[in-house]
């Protein structure tokens, strides 16, 4: 897309906001959108080369990112206060850019206890253009044959409960509420090993999100070829 092509699309009123709006409003989980610079949302879709007629190009804009149930789970957009990691420092790029950053796929989401969200550009063997998940009780991208949009409207109004009922306890809620959305949970022993301890008997502290995503990603090369049930000894870099 040239220049005056991009300038032409990005400004064309057309926007899905209003449609993000919509599920919002009527989400069956609760939602807090982060207040957005309306300068970095347009500084955002320019270096993504994403238009607002798409939802993450529009939560992009007119975000600094979504917190789903309480805070569980984010959706990356400009960066605020509350997130100042947004759709560009999670994909390498800019202030604060992640190191170990994903090729061919771009990161969209994560939640709390260090699960990652990634729009798949040909990164995993799987369908582009789906949301890929690494999840943190196996350090494996997993397609939810979802595409983005399906992704958004499942965060609003499907069972996250559910999703989460292995490494939720008791007091999560109560717990994360002082959290900010570039904070983790890390849990010891990690969600990925092999025990039977129970979420509630394992340890958790708070710590930055991109600690976690490094520290994930530092083990996942490790064991990526390990046949399942291999004992290791783990070599972490500070």
Not at 87 to 101: F, H, M, P, R, Y
Not at 131 to 154: C, G, I, K, N
Request: with cysteine.
């Amino acid at each position: 897309m040239s220049e005056q092509d991009f300038e032409k699309q990005a400004n064309m009123t057309d926007s899905s906001w209003p449609l993000v709006q919509r599920w919002i409003s009527s989400a069956r989980n609760s939602v807090e959108v982060l207040n957005s610079d309306r300068k970095l949302g347009e500084a955002v879709l320019h270096q993504l080369r994403i238009t607002s007629r798409s939802p993450m190009g529009a939560i992009a804009l007119e975000t600094g990112g979504i917190f789903f149930d309480h805070g569980w789970l984010r959706f990356l957009g400009s960066g605020s206060e509350r997130m100042r990691g947004n759709l560009l420092s999670w994909n390498g790029i800019g202030n604060g850019a992640v190191g170990n950053k994903l090729r061919n796929a771009y990161i969209v989401a994560h939640d709390i206890v260090g699960g990652f969200f990634a729009i798949n550009g040909g990164e995993f063997s799987g369908k582009r253009g789906e949301v890929f998940y690494l999840a943190p009780d196996t350090l494996r991208w997993e397609s939810l044959q979802m595409s983005y949009s399906q992704f958004l409207y499942w965060s609003c109004f499907g069972n996250l409960g559910e999703f989460y009922q292995t490494s939720r306890w008791s007091s999560w809620e109560n717990d994360i509420l002082a959290m900010n959305g570039d904070q983790g949970i890390s849990v010891y022993p990690f969600l990925w090993s092999n025990t039977n301890t129970p979420i509630e008997a394992r340890s958790r502290r708070i710590v930055p999100m991109i600690e976690l995503w490094n520290l994930e990603q530092n083990i996942a090369a490790q064991i990526r070829d390990l046949p399942e049930g291999t004992q290791i000894q783990l070599h972490i870099d500070e």
